[in-house]
């Protein structure tokens, strides 16, 4: 393993631990509502789908649809941590669909006095510190993979320097 898969795990690591325990967003709750984990959040749109569908309120099923998806991307990229540029890429797709889809589906509401708490603010800091390791790590492979290819051959003579040709005469 090299640094960035290192970093790369710690940051998945931080990465759930944010999920599960700082407070994202109020979201579900509403305006003034108290602030769930992003754990919580998921939990509260897996176990009332089926009762809003119900209803028939489109925008919060669709909302829910996006937020359980996004937790799912975030879940996954905590987890392969270890593998820097995918789990850069799952979080960062995960986050922009939580940022977004609020914007998207509810046009009217005023999304600029946000529900978003510390986790939403920490899970955009270890995605941005995902891509650092993603880059830590691809430097580290092309320094492993230049260095490697020069190690199976053996060293070779120089050939002696040619004559140079004259020059045609016009």
């Given amino acids: 393993m090299d640094r960035g898969q290192i970093l790369g795990g710690v940051v998945g690591l931080v990465m759930l631990l944010s999920a599960f325990l700082l407070p994202f967003s109020a979201i579900a709750e509403g305006p003034g509502g108290s602030p769930d984990t992003l754990i919580g959040i998921f939990k509260l749109f897996v176990t009332t789908l089926n009762s809003i569908q119900t209803i028939g309120l489109t925008q919060l099923t669709e909302l829910a649809y996006v937020y359980m998806a996004a937790f799912v991307l975030i879940m996954l990229a905590g987890i392969i941590g270890a593998f820097p540029r995918w789990a850069a890429i799952f979080s960062i797709v995960g986050m922009a669909m939580v940022t977004a889809a609020p914007f998207a589906i509810f046009p009217n509401y005023d999304f600029f006095s946000s529900n978003y708490q510390w986790g939403f603010a920490a899970i955009w800091a270890t995605c941005a510190a995902m891509v650092v390791a993603a880059i830590v790590s691809g430097r580290a492979r092309n320094t492993i993979t230049e260095e490697g290819s020069g190690l199976a051959t053996e060293p070779t003579e120089e050939a002696p320097p ?9």
């Fill in 162 to 170: 040619q004559p140079e040709a004259p020059a045609p005469v016009s």
